[in-house]
């Protein structure tokens, strides 16, 4: 199984605050939605309760420490580390399952995932979750795409894939 991350991420590591984006980009969110469609994907309890609803077409993998936690639908597993939400992914055989956040959970599985999708807004925010710092010794560049800002995406940005390197 390929393990990745996907994430939007400004110039100064910031990926949100408040439990929210700080930036509408309604390009990464079409990607977001177009790379993880069909898939597991694992997040932290907040940064699902930030969606408000399973996201469609997904199985999710919900990390929280809090034992007493339940969300009951059939598209929603709860676990209690990433490493049994990894295992979850691993026994459906999934061909890729995708880590979506938070703060945390990022850096807990940055060691441990094989790829990286990566929206880089090119800009940066005042936020309080930031994403992990990427070691380009770690990773290849296998792929970039750059866009300007248009009307409805206000900052300039690229989709970026990283694959570790063996």
Avoid: C
Avoid at 81 to 100: C, G, P, S, Y
């Amino acid at each position: 199984m390929i393990l990745s991350i996907i994430a939007a991420v400004a110039e100064n590591q910031v990926i949100g605050k408040n439990n929210d984006l700080v930036w509408h980009m309604p390009a990464d969110m079409k990607y977001f939605k177009e790379t993880t469609t069909g898939h597991f994907v694992i997040m932290g309890r907040k940064t699902f309760e930030s969606f408000g609803k399973p996201l469609k077409n997904r199985k999710h993998i919900i990390v929280t420490r809090n034992q007493n936690y339940e969300y009951l639908h059939p598209d929603v597993s709860i676990v209690h580390n990433l490493a049994d939400a990894i295992k979850i992914a691993e026994r459906d055989q999934q061909h890729e399952t995708f880590v979506l956040g938070g703060a945390e959970i990022y850096r807990q599985s940055i060691g441990l995932v094989d790829r990286l999708y990566i929206t880089e807004i090119k800009s940066s925010f005042d936020g309080d979750a930031y994403f992990p710092e990427i070691d380009k010794e770690k990773w290849n560049k296998v792929s970039q795409q750059e866009f300007l800002p248009d009307e409805k995406n206000k900052y300039p940005y690229a989709f970026v894939i990283y694959e570790r390197k063996k």
